[in-house]
């Protein structure tokens, strides 16, 4: 039977494919103020700068591929049972080969409606318009989890992790709350790998530190694990 292996994942996994994570870009996302981008009151004062941002990031994520890290991931579904739980609105872990994924914050290549957010559709091609609307005939808006809001995946996000076997993080400060908690929700004794070159303290025992970007570190990751089958 095979153990279940955890991938909690965040911005870092995503670097080498050429996204911007906000961390590098000292706050600033393509150079735009969070707080006019990424929260409802962002939309509601300032709807077109809102839909320009995103559809200027999902025009950019068409030209970007998976990387080593992504594929490492998925290659790990041969040895165990992977479920990935990440903090990116990108697909790349699902082009790279990964079958479960959890989107803990949207998802960039989707819209929502305004009025009912379980109204979620697919976005044909990179551009989201106003007059794009949903069954009860309101503006769709950006399928993302914006800061202010809930996370709706959190508490299935927090079932995956209490089952881990293994927990791996890689690419993320654990900074952004509630997503950084999931750490604490795996079980007693749960070995835990962290990925990151800058080395995220996580105060819990039986962590064992990677420090590389996501590509060697999951060439790492991987190699480390193969000696626990």
């Keep these: 039977m095979k153990k279940n292996l955890v991938i909690l994942s965040g911005a870092g996994m995503s670097q080498e494919s050429g996204i911007r994570t906000f961390r590098d870009m000292d706050g600033l996302w393509e150079e735009y103020d969070v707080m006019e981008v990424a929260t409802p009151e962002a939309w509601a004062r300032n709807p077109q700068l809102v839909m320009k941002f995103y559809n200027d990031r999902r025009r950019q994520l068409y030209e970007c591929v998976p990387n080593a890290g ?25 082009r790279g080969g990964s079958s479960k994924v959890l989107h803990l914050h949207g998802e960039l290549k989707k819209a929502r409606s305004s009025v009912d957010e379980s109204l979620i559709y697919d976005i044909e091609g990179w551009e989201l318009k106003f007059g794009d609307l949903c069954a009860k005939g309101s503006q769709l808006r950006p399928h993302i989890v914006w800061f202010g809001e809930a996370v709706p995946a959190m508490d299935e996000a927090i079932a995956i992790v209490e089952k881990a076997d293994i927990l791996a993080v890689i690419g993320t400060s654990l ?50 694990l193969m000696k626990s089958i």
């Design 70 to 94: 992504h594929i490492g991931v998925a290659e790990l579904e041969e040895y165990f049972e992977v479920n990935v739980v990440t903090q990116n609105i990108d697909d790349l872990h699902e």
């Design 175 to 224: 900074n952004v709350y509630p997503a950084a908690g999931l750490i604490n929700y795996t079980k007693r004794g749960t070995p835990i790998y962290v990925i990151d070159p800058e080395r995220p303290e996580v105060f819990i025992r039986n962590v064992t530190y990677i420090q590389e970007k996501a590509g060697k570190g999951v060439e790492i990751l991987k190699e480390q």
